[in-house]
């Protein structure tokens, strides 16, 4: 009979071996919402990293949630509180359609950084367009400031070493 586990001790750390049967349980069981990932790997003593591998490796095909570390922006965070508390999505479609588990979710709405005030749809459109204007206008008020920051540095320069450092219009190169 095959061993479901086995300790081994390294240099500094004590190694947990799993054999096949025991891992997929594990996974079924946060697959099924039985276990959180962070209850596995206290209750099993297993880094963040192999229980990801174990997900990979032995999740079932039709699983909905996506378990993996996703790279969801903060904005998406924002709107997905936002569509949950206004009921447009429930905790579980809305960790459905940002990929994300539903105790994520769940943080995302305890957590006060998300919870700001989300603009409406007449107040920000989500096209491109506005999208673009915005980083436009962001990007015009930035060169605006350097280029006020520059022209004082001339000032600067000019009145400590008394030069002029701007080409006078009209005059000749020599």
């Known amino acids: 009979m095959q061993f479901e586990k086995k300790e081994t001790e390294t240099k500094n750390r004590k190694v947990v071996h799993f054999d096949v049967r025991k891992k997929k349980e594990i996974v079924t069981e946060i697959e ?28 079932s095909v039709d699983n909905e949630l996506n378990l993996r570390r996703s790279s969801v922006s903060n ?18 479609t ?14 995302w709405l305890s957590d006060e950084r998300y ?10 459109p989500f096209d491109n367009n506005n999208r673009i204007n915005k980083i436009e206008q962001n990007t015009v008020k930035a060169l605006e400031l350097k280029i ?11 009145e400590t070493y008394e030069i002029d450092i701007r080409k006078k219009c009209g005059t000749k190169q020599q």
């Open 75 to 92: 904005y998406q965070r924002r709107r997905a509180v936002h569509e949950v508390n206004n009921q447009t999505h429930t905790i579980k």
């Open 32 to 59: 099924q919402g039985n276990l959180k990932i962070e209850e596995a790997i206290e209750k099993y003593s297993i880094s963040f990293r192999r229980l990801e591998a174990w997900i990979d490796t032995y999740a």
């Open 115 to 124: 919870s700001t005030n989300f603009p409406s749809k007449e107040a920000m």
């Open 94 to 107: 809305a960790a459905k359609a940002y990929g994300v588990s539903p105790d994520t979710v769940r943080n």
């Open 148 to 158: 006020a920051a520059l022209e004082m540095m001339i000032d600067l320069a000019e």
